[in-house]
């Protein structure tokens, strides 16, 4: 028996459980839509993966989110309000430079009492960002298309020790990516703006700062009483993890969400709809739906459209996904060097150490692990690490374990509690040179498939709260589609 919806939203992760939160809303106050979720695991969140055992409680996916107006008044729809959390957004990040962990300077008078950069790199920041800067010129530019990588763009501006000291590590954290392959302008896309706008960066941010409307300006979000104030650089969570978003999503959604429910196969019809066809526990499931959003990886959303679109399907081929192992250790505080205050620490390359960062897990939010016990979550593997892949659970653990006590373990720490070890075998796009005509080219091709969408994270911002806007502004391309049409 074929089920016949007006929307079908491939993928329970955040981006299309947040698309399909927005379509149901509105669907409260205008004519009611029939949509149905349909998910591969048995579980919602996709990435978002929350675990507890032993008192503990950590991530394995995303650790926390920063609060966009859209993730928090999603939160608040979804009656998660009393549950939100918040880290101290004052709480220091910390580079691991030359076997002393250095905090990051946030401010220009820390960054001027750094001792991460040298006198000279911090007077090359300083002109660079006041706008001294050498044009972008030569012919690798012209041979990349135009645009820069993260590596050359933060050169030019900020000179070499910006972009090793702090600027990759912080690749690390977002992207596990690679700064010598990754497109400035797809990856940064606020700083190089700030650029674009002339006269440096300083400038910039100022000029940017003027053009801004004024706070909560065409966004309802933002002024909303019913949702908590954040300051910027504040990052939340919600007691019981971040597992509680999608979850509560979902209750929401009660029989429109299916799970175990694989995709299959899409087909589209003379009637201008579209056939899914899932393997299921109960055997193989048709839906017919008038408009599909795949929110699946692009690897996945290449094969389902080969058939259908074969120039989008490979477009889509061409996202990379480096391995990341989350590896969560937890230690006897009394085998750690000092109190952990912080939010964690990165380690640029070069530094003899192969771990990318770590968050100090149970300093950062509290009630995360039992009295005696510090959590540590560290991210090993990456774009410029590929041989995680090789590496067994044990050799991964024992690669952190050594890293950790260089960095933050006394002498003779024992072995760690091994809470978890979960390898993401493709794990977060890469925004590379050539990223915007990668997503010009896949806009041409679905003008052929019109009323199916892609909703995902490769497609421009990867943050929990990128997805959330997304999963927004889809689900009104939905209703705008639906809504310029007939019924079936
Ligand atoms: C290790 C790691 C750490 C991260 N840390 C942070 C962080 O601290 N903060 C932050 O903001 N972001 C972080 N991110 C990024 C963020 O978690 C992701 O960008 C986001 O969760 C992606 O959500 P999504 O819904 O687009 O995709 P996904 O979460 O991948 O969801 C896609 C869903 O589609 C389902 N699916 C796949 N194929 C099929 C099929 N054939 N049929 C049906 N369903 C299918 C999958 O099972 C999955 O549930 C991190 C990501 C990773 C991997």
């Given at each position: 028996m074929t089920n016949v919806v007006d929307t079908l939203i491939v993928g329970a992760g955040i981006s299309g459980l947040s698309l399909a939160h927005a379509l149901q809303k509105e669907a409260k106050t205008g004519s009611p839509l029939k949509i149905l979720v349909a998910e591969s695991q048995g579980r919602v969140g996709g990435n978002i993966t929350t675990a507890t055992a032993e008192g503990f409680l950590w991530e394995e996916g995303p650790n926390s989110f920063s609060p966009t107006p859209e993730l928090m008044k999603l939160a608040v729809d979804v009656g998660l309000k009393q549950k939100l959390i918040f880290a101290d957004r004052k709480l220091p990040r910390y580079v691991y430079w030359q076997n002393k962990l250095q905090p990051v300077p946030m401010t220009p008078q820390a960054m001027v009492k750094s001792g991460l950069l040298s006198f000279p790199g911090k007077l090359r920041a300083l002109f660079g960002a006041l706008g001294f800067v050498a044009p972008a010129m030569g012919d690798r530019l012209s041979q990349q298309g135009g645009e820069e990588t993260?590596?050359?763009?933060?050169?030019?501006?900020?000179?070499?020790?910006?972009?090793?000291?702090?600027?990759?590590?912080?690749?690390?954290?977002?992207?596990?990516?690679?700064?010598?392959?990754?497109?400035?302008?797809?990856?940064?896309?606020?700083?190089?703006?700030?650029?674009?706008?002339?006269?440096?960066?300083?400038?910039?941010?100022?000029?940017?700062?003027?053009?801004?409307?004024?706070?909560?300006?065409?966004?309802?979000?933002?002024?909303?009483?019913?949702?908590?104030?954040?300051?910027?650089?504040?990052?939340?969570?919600?007691?019981?993890?971040?597992?509680?978003?999608?979850?509560?999503?979902?209750?929401?959604?009660?029989?429109r969400l299916k799970l175990n429910w694989h995709l299959t196969r899409l087909d589209r019809t003379e009637r201008e709809t579209y056939i899914a066809v899932f393997s299921t526990p109960d055997g193989q499931q048709e839906v017919e739906a008038r408009t599909v959003v795949l929110t699946t990886p692009a690897y996945i959303t290449a094969e389902l459209l080969q058939p259908l679109q074969p120039s989008v399907s490979s477009v889509l081929q061409a996202f990379t996904y480096p391995t990341v192992a989350c590896v969560v250790l937890a230690y006897p505080v009394s085998d750690v060097k000092q109190k952990l205050v912080g939010f964690g620490n990165l380690i640029p390359r070069g530094q003899g150490i192969r771990t990318l960062g770590t968050i100090w897990t149970s300093s950062l939010f509290a009630d995360r692990a039992p009295a005696g016990w510090q959590t540590l979550s560290s991210y090993i593997g990456g774009a410029t690490d590929s041989g995680i892949a090789n590496l067994d659970a044990a050799q991964i653990v024992q690669e952190v374990h050594r890293d950790l006590s260089r960095i933050l373990l006394k002498p003779g720490a024992a072995q760690p509690k091994v809470l978890a070890v979960n390898v993401w075998k493709r794990a977060i796009p890469q925004y590379n040179l050539g990223h915007f005509d990668r997503l010009q080219q896949i806009e041409n091709g679905l003008k052929s498939l019109p009323g199916l969408y892609l909703c995902s994270n490769y497609l421009g911002g990867v943050a929990l709260g990128d997805c959330v806007s997304r999963g927004f502004e889809r689900a009104q391309f939905v209703r705008e589609y639906l809504n310029d049409r007939s019924e079936f």
């Open positions: 993260v590596s050359e763009f933060f050169r030019r501006h900020l000179g070499t020790e910006v972009m090793q000291r702090l600027v990759e590590p912080f690749v690390s954290g977002v992207y596990a990516g690679d700064p010598q392959q990754l497109s400035a302008a797809a990856a940064f896309g606020r700083v190089t703006k700030m650029a674009d706008l002339g006269g440096g960066l300083v400038a910039g941010a100022l000029l940017g700062a003027r053009k801004k409307p004024p706070l909560g300006k065409g966004l309802k979000t933002v002024a909303d009483p019913n949702v908590p104030k954040t300051k910027p650089g504040e990052l939340g969570s919600f007691k019981g993890g971040l597992k509680a978003l999608p979850e509560a999503i979902a209750a929401n959604l009660a029989d």
